[in-house]
């Protein structure tokens, strides 16, 4: 089935103006999403990856005057191609939170704590999908029950602060699932949780998706979670996307500088396949530049060890390199 | 062996009323040879950062010994103790919260030295404040900024040169990495381990990363709930979990190679409130080998192998697989 991705960003561009100039957030981001599969971007603090999905939701503040250009062309419901960036707000609206659902870190800060659980779950299938009340909090209970919340009658009309910050999690799910959406934008959605209930929250993440082929961003940190949970992966630095591979090529043969140090250095990769524990660990040295002042070239090059001279000329183009692989480093030629 | 430089007996710190206490930390034990760094792994929860401040004191213990060289340190008065503290510092978790914005970095540090009266003036002490700038990788110049000023992994910098600077046997540090960036991350844990060979640095080291505590621990205490599940040297608890809960742990945790398969069932529900945890075994309610016996009694901490010990009544149930 050759199926079109269910969204294609291209060139995504997201900048702030701000007393000190124009900060580039988000710069140049392109990649794509397919039926049922999950995208992971990854990056470390300041590296453009929650603004990449605050623009693609269109939930970036008005306060923050962000310019935005490219494209996010997403395939909807009923079969049409329509681009995010340039819906209007009341087609945006009909989309967000019902083919479109997005999760949050933090689950307490993103549930109303005044409103019972069962209440802010109907209230997006009332909008969405007109149920009267009484037919929204039975399909409230439905999706407690679907994310495995015992006791899922009595939890309806408890409030969040009531529930464990795994719970809370699951309700955040819950309400995100509630349209049966087609993509899922996850930022973060594990990193608030212990890792025992990290492991419960992506298995459960997977079963929906296999059971409902939705499409996942899933916005990390962490190597290990991209690992087992992703199909593709782009890596960001410093708002631009450094490499894109299918997740088992860019584990075993990273080919940007940034990709190669960050998986250098974490002490269980470097301890992985029977090593012995080495004497020190690889670090990247130095840290991120700041955005208001980018280094003239590549943003990598002052804490790149392989840089040259040609480095620190122009932004080195993100090149196709091998099949599905591109990598943004002037070391690295077309194929 | 010889005297351990830190002892902890029978620690039990409760929170809240008398009645219904918070059983935060609840008959915890274990020593820290001179040299050694010991990992105290745990959940959110399980007692972690309560053990190790309670070990410095900076909040009382309710029963319970901590011995400092064979001394109880909870028998000192408030002038001793502060005294003591020169042998016994800690890092913080946030590199945010931890330093006075208000104050310059020399300021910090100064401060540190004059309350231990250690080298004495002004001239001496800002030689001595350079100088620990140096060791952890930072500039004599950057005396003169503020925190703000700093980055995360900077800022981890200025913390542990404040733990360094009255020159402490002992450190005590409570999730130094978590608020940094993976890249920043390994600067800090190389800063740690050359820091601990060249001054011959005692450590408790609390973190929730398995991965970290691996590369960097010698030995392990595992805690849930506020006690613990099991200790054993890092090369034994890695390649043979012996307690359900860490072998749980373990699994959860996933490895940055997606080669290496993590078929496991995730563990069921959530820790229970330590106001009202479970009879018995308090990982009973989350332990797929639950039996009836572990709801009757509190397993004890057995030696299994030499300097591998686990609190776990079916220990026949895992002894059997590992010979099998």
């Given at each position: 089935?050759?199926?079109?991705?269910?969204?294609?960003?291209?060139?995504?561009?997201?900048?702030?103006?701000?007393?000190?100039?124009?900060?580039r957030?988000?710069a140049d981001?392109?990649?794509?999403?397919?039926?049922?599969?999950?995208?992971?971007?990854?990056?470390?603090?300041?590296?453009?990856?929650?603004?990449?999905?605050?623009?693609?939701?269109?939930?970036?503040?008005?306060?923050?005057?962000?310019?935005?250009?490219?494209?996010?062309?997403?395939?909807?419901?009923?079969?049409?191609?329509?681009?995010?960036?340039?819906?209007?707000?009341?087609?945006?609206?009909?989309?967000?939170?019902?083919?479109?659902?997005?999760?949050?870190?933090?689950?307490?800060?993103?549930?109303?704590?005044?409103?019972?659980?069962?209440?802010?779950?109907?209230?997006?299938?009332?909008?969405?999908?007109?149920?009267?009340?009484?037919?929204?909090?039975?399909?409230?209970?439905?999706?407690?029950?679907?994310?495995?919340?015992?006791?899922?009658?009595?939890?309806?009309?408890?409030?969040?602060?009531?529930?464990?910050?795994?719970?809370?999690?699951?309700?955040?799910?819950?309400?995100?699932?509630?349209?049966?959406?087609?993509?899922?934008?996850?930022?973060?959605?594990?990193?608030?949780?212990?890792?025992?209930?990290?492991?419960?929250?992506?298995?459960?993440?997977?079963?929906?998706?296999?059971?409902?082929?939705?499409?996942?961003?899933?916005?990390?940190?962490?190597?290990?979670?991209?690992?087992?949970?992703?199909?593709?992966?782009?890596?960001?630095y410093a708002g631009r996307?450094v490499?894109?591979?299918?997740?088992?090529?860019?584990?075993?043969?990273?080919?940007?500088?940034?990709?190669?140090?960050?998986?250098?250095?974490?002490?269980?990769?470097?301890?992985?396949?029977?090593?012995?524990?080495?004497?020190?660990?690889?670090?990247?040295?130095?840290?991120?530049s700041?955005?208001?002042?980018p280094p003239p070239g590549c943003a990598f090059e002052p804490?790149c060890?392989?840089a040259v001279a040609a480095c620190t000329q122009a932004m080195p183009p993100l090149i196709?390199?091998?099949?599905?692989?591109?990598a943004r480093c002037v070391l690295r030629s077309a194929? | 062996?010889?005297?351990?430089?830190?002892?902890?007996?029978?620690?039990?710190?409760?929170?809240?009323?008398?009645?219904?206490?918070?059983?935060?930390?609840?008959?915890?034990?274990?020593?820290?040879?001179?040299?050694?760094?010991?990992?105290?792994?745990?959940?959110?929860?399980?007692?972690?950062?309560?053990?190790?401040?309670?070990?410095?004191?900076?909040?009382?213990?309710?029963?319970?010994?901590?011995?400092?060289?064979?001394?109880?340190?909870?028998?000192?008065?408030?002038?001793?103790?502060?005294?003591?503290?020169?042998?016994?510092?800690?890092?913080?978790?946030?590199?945010?919260?931890?330093?006075?914005?208000?104050?310059?970095?020399?300021?910090?540090?100064?401060?540190?030295?004059?309350?231990?009266?250690?080298?004495?003036?002004?001239?001496?002490?800002?030689?001595?404040?350079?100088?620990?700038?140096?060791?952890?990788?930072?500039?004599?110049?950057?005396?003169?900024?503020?925190?703000?000023?700093?980055?995360?992994?900077?800022?981890?910098?200025?913390?542990?040169?404040?733990?360094?600077?009255?020159?402490?046997?002992?450190?005590?540090?409570?999730?130094?990495?978590?608020?940094?960036?993976?890249?920043?991350?390994?600067?800090?844990?190389?800063?740690?381990?050359?820091?601990?060979?060249?001054?011959?640095?005692?450590?408790?080291?609390?973190?929730?990363?398995?991965?970290?505590?691996?590369?960097?621990?010698?030995?392990?205490?595992?805690?849930?709930?506020?006690?613990?599940?099991?200790?054993?040297?890092?090369?034994?608890?890695?390649?043979?979990?012996?307690?359900?809960?860490?072998?749980?742990?373990?699994?959860?945790?996933?490895?940055?190679?997606?080669?290496?398969?993590?078929?496991?069932?995730?563990?069921?529900?959530?820790?229970?409130?330590?106001?009202?945890?479970?009879?018995?075994?308090?990982?009973?309610?989350?332990?797929?080998?639950?039996?009836?016996?572990?709801?009757?009694?509190?397993?004890?901490?057995?030696?299994?192998?030499?300097?591998?010990?686990?609190?776990?009544?079916?220990?026949?149930?895992?002894?059997?697989?590992?010979?099998?």
């Amino acid at each position: 089935m050759s199926e079109l991705p269910r969204l294609v960003v291209q060139g995504l561009s997201t900048s702030f103006p701000t007393e000190d100039g124009l900060v580039r957030s988000v710069a140049d981001v392109s990649f794509s999403i397919a039926p049922g599969k999950t995208t992971a971007l990854v990056g470390e603090s300041g590296s453009g990856k929650s603004v990449t999905s605050l623009t693609l939701m269109r939930l970036l503040p008005k306060t923050a005057n962000a310019q935005v250009s490219g494209k996010a062309e997403f395939g909807t419901r009923d079969g049409r191609r329509v681009d995010l960036l340039q819906l209007p707000d009341d087609s945006i609206r009909q989309l967000r939170g019902n083919e479109l659902a997005m999760i949050f870190q933090e689950p307490m800060t993103s549930l109303n704590p005044v409103f019972t659980v069962g209440e802010q779950i109907a209230e997006s299938v009332r909008l969405h999908k007109k149920l009267d009340r009484t037919a929204a909090l039975a399909h409230a209970k439905r999706m407690l029950d679907l994310v495995e919340i015992p006791a899922a009658a009595q939890r309806l009309h408890e409030y969040p602060h009531q529930l464990s910050g795994g719970m809370r999690q699951r309700v955040m799910i819950a309400l995100a699932m509630a349209c049966d959406p087609t993509l899922l934008i996850a930022d973060e959605p594990t990193t608030a949780l212990d890792v025992t209930i990290q492991a419960q929250i992506l298995v459960l993440m997977r079963r929906l998706q296999a059971e409902t082929g939705m499409s996942i961003l899933f916005i990390t940190h962490n190597l290990g979670v991209v690992a087992h949970h992703a199909d593709d992966v782009a890596v960001m630095y410093a708002g631009r996307v450094v490499e894109r591979a299918a997740v088992r090529p860019l584990f075993a043969t990273p080919q940007h500088p940034y990709t190669q140090g960050l998986l250098a250095c974490l002490p269980g990769k470097a301890h992985a396949a029977g090593l012995p524990r080495p004497k020190r660990l690889f670090a990247i040295r130095g840290q991120v530049s700041s955005p208001l002042a980018p280094p003239p070239g590549c943003a990598f090059e002052p804490r790149c060890d392989q840089a040259v001279a040609a480095c620190t000329q122009a932004m080195p183009p993100l090149i196709t390199i091998a099949d599905a692989r591109q990598a943004r480093c002037v070391l690295r030629s077309a194929a | 062996m010889s005297t351990p430089l830190i002892e902890v007996r029978h620690l039990k710190k409760y929170f809240g009323s008398t009645t219904r206490p918070v059983r935060a930390v609840d008959d915890v034990s274990f020593a820290i040879q001179p040299g050694e760094t010991l990992g105290l792994v745990g959940e959110s929860g399980s007692g972690k950062s309560t053990i190790g401040r309670t070990v410095l004191r900076l909040i009382e213990r309710t029963e319970g010994q901590v011995l400092y060289r064979g001394d109880d340190l909870a028998g000192l008065s408030d002038e001793r103790m502060r005294k003591m503290r020169s042998k016994l510092q800690i890092i913080f978790q946030d590199p945010y919260a931890s330093l006075n914005p208000k104050m310059r970095i020399s300021a910090i540090l100064d401060e540190a030295l004059a309350t231990h009266g250690l080298h004495p003036g002004r001239a001496a002490r800002a030689k001595r404040i350079a100088e620990l700038l140096e060791t952890v990788g930072l500039r004599a110049e950057h005396a003169s900024r503020f925190p703000h000023e700093f980055s995360g992994g900077q800022r981890q910098r200025i913390g542990v040169a404040r733990a360094l600077a009255v020159e402490p046997e002992f450190i005590v540090a409570d999730e130094p990495l978590s608020a940094l960036d993976v890249s920043i991350q390994s600067q800090v844990i190389n800063l740690l381990a050359d820091l601990r060979e060249r001054l011959s640095l005692t450590m408790l080291f609390i973190s929730h990363d398995l991965d970290v505590v691996e590369y960097l621990c010698d030995r392990v205490v595992v805690l849930y709930l506020g006690k613990v599940m099991e200790v054993a040297s890092t090369t034994e608890l890695f390649a043979r979990p012996l307690h359900p809960y860490t072998q749980a742990l373990l699994a959860a945790s996933p490895k940055p190679d997606p080669l290496i398969a993590t078929a496991h069932v995730p563990l069921k529900g959530d820790i229970p409130s330590p106001i009202a945890p479970p009879s018995g075994c308090v990982f009973r309610t989350r332990c797929p080998h639950a039996i009836e016996a572990c709801a009757q009694a509190v397993p004890t901490l057995d030696e299994v192998a030499a300097g591998h010990q686990v609190a776990c009544i079916r220990q026949e149930l895992f002894m059997m697989e590992a010979a099998a």
